[in-house]
């Protein structure tokens, strides 16, 4: 039988095979649920069931993904842009890296990067203290900046890679790793160690005739940790996380497609 609206119009049935539309037998907080669900103007697109099938970034055309062997790549047919390289062991090379990338993180914030010694006083700082003292000098813009994007974003790369990895391993992931998979190249965009790395040996270049500049140990480190996090990226695939956790889209998606049943205006 068609389902009614409150106003008693017919409300259209989707050819939705995972639909279950709303009955009698419904608990009140799954009764609620689907209201709030057909007032909202939101709707999933249905998938096409076929899950090798991906559109190419750079020139849209549609293909289907063979089975790959782990380090093959696969490119598309028309604008041989590579679309997907299956990573060798790429949950265990990923969390052995990410886990690396940490120790050094804690490391690089713990000790001192740079001390400059001038007409015999010495002075050195970490890279939250360069920071401190930006903003202790009125160059609070700067200073959020470099806190945000050497130390905040940076940690926030590496801890939500840790997650992703640990959670990923599991047979069959939680719900909530889609979404830190969809959160995380945020992070590594605003993660820039390097440009800081940069800015801070032009200023040594600058600063090396007029005072004596002692490395620290952070220095070295936040090199290292530059290129470990480069190749902890390179050794994640998205793709054999994602469909790991394609049970969960599946199960969040019929609920949200009830949405669609929304009688128009
Ligand atoms: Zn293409």
Redesign the pocket.
């Known amino acids: 039988m068609q389902p009614t609206a409150p106003g008693g119009k017919l409300i259209p049935v989707l050819p939705n095979r995972n639909r279950k539309g709303p009955t009698k037998f419904d608990s009140p907080h799954i009764a609620i649920w689907r209201s709030l669900s057909e007032l909202s103007s939101e709707a999933y697109n249905q998938p096409v069931g076929d899950h090798g099938l991906i559109a190419?970034?750079?020139?849209?055309?549609l293909?289907r993904l063979p089975d790959l062997a782990p380090g093959a790549s696969a490119r598309?047919?028309?604008?041989?842009?590579e679309?997907w390289r299956r990573r060798e062991d790429s949950l265990n090379r990923t969390l052995a890296l990410t886990l690396a990338a940490a120790v050094l993180y804690v490391v690089a914030n713990s000790v001192p990067m740079l001390g400059l010694t001038i007409v015999g006083r010495d002075a050195s700082t970490t890279v939250i203290g360069g920071a401190k003292h930006l903003w202790d000098n009125d160059q609070q813009i700067v200073a959020i900046l470099v806190l945000f994007t050497a130390v905040i974003a940076p940690a926030l790369q590496i801890g939500l890679m840790l997650a992703i990895v640990l959670a990923g391993r599991r047979e069959r992931p939680p719900r909530w790793v889609g979404a830190l998979l969809r959160h995380h190249p945020t992070t590594r965009i605003w993660s820039m160690i390097e440009v800081m790395m940069v800015g801070v040996l032009v200023a040594l270049v600058k600063i090396a005739d007029y005072a004596t500049v002692i490395p620290g140990v952070a220095l070295f480190v936040l090199w290292v940790l530059v290129f470990l996090l480069a190749a902890m990226q390179a050794a994640f695939d998205s793709r054999e996380v994602w469909e790991k956790i394609q049970w969960a889209d599946e199960a969040q998606r019929p609920a949200a497609g009830d949405g669609m049943a929304k009688e128009p205006a």
Do not use: V
Request: with cysteine; glycine share 0%; charged share 20%.
């Open positions: 190419c970034l750079h020139c849209d055309l293909q598309c047919p028309r604008c041989n842009k679309l």
